[in-house]
């Protein structure tokens, strides 16, 4: 069945550095979706990504969806304490319509 | 607007026990998620409704979990009996048939099985 991966499962990073997580489906998606869930918190939606590659912004947040529509990337750009949580991607595949989860990539932010 | 809402927050219960749970999604949402995240792991999807509807129930482990949607509008889950392997978040999410299909989770019920 379809498998959503994502890389790394851990980050620590200093505040100030950048960060960033990927997204690999194991077949085409018709889109992608990221969320953000922080510590104790349930996942909120950041952003949806349709069309072949695909680049958005949203302030420090760099999201794109690859050519192939195969695999997205989260770039955060410039690191602050409130980045901390687990970032999701969830694809939709592009035959069943099911939206998968990864398993998250955690972000840790030293100040 | 009001978010999803969901009860208890938290629950204990004995291995073999029942137990279940309530889903009030935003209003006027039409579709309706129930998912299981263990902890380290991304939600995964148990069942979700289309209105009163059934559209995906192919990871629901149906000899001991179940789920309705009577009225099209709340929802609950039943475990009967539980395992020490399902303690885990029940998340419930709701989304709306127009737009990006985005999706409301509320605060989950964390479920532990001793």
């Known amino acids: 069945g379809q498998q959503v991966m994502q890389i790394p499962q851990y980050q620590h990073v200093q505040e100030g550095e950048d960060f960033t997580t990927y997204c690999n489906s194991s077949?085409?998606?018709?889109?992608i979706q990221w969320y953000k869930q922080r510590p104790g918190g349930h996942p909120v939606f950041l952003i949806q990504l349709v069309k072949s590659g695909e680049v958005k912004k949203q302030k420090r947040l760099t999201f794109q969806f690859g050519e192939a529509k195969k695999n997205s990337s989260l770039h955060i750009t410039a690191t602050q304490t409130t980045d901390v949580g687990t970032y999701f991607c969830?694809?939709?595949?592009?035959?069943?319509?099911?939206?998968?989860f990864g398993q998250g990539t955690t972000l840790q932010v030293k100040p | 607007e009001a978010g999803v809402a969901q009860s208890p927050r938290y629950k204990i219960i004995e291995k073999r026990q029942s137990v279940a749970f309530w889903c009030n999604p935003i209003?006027?949402?039409?579709?309706l998620y129930w998912y299981q995240q263990i902890l380290g792991q991304g939600p995964k999807l148990l069942i979700q409704f289309q209105n009163n509807g059934v559209v995906d129930d192919s990871q629901l482990p149906k000899d001991r979990f179940s789920a309705e949607r009577l009225k099209g509008v709340d929802s609950t889950l039943k475990i009967q009996p539980a395992k020490l392997e399902d303690s885990a978040v029940y998340l419930c999410a709701s989304s709306s048939v127009r737009g990006t299909n985005e999706q409301f989770f509320g605060p989950g019920t964390r479920l532990t099985v001793l």
């Open positions: 209003s006027g949402h039409a579709t």
């Open positions: 077949t085409t998606l018709s889109n």
């Open positions: 969830a694809g939709r595949s592009g035959n069943t319509g099911k939206l998968i």
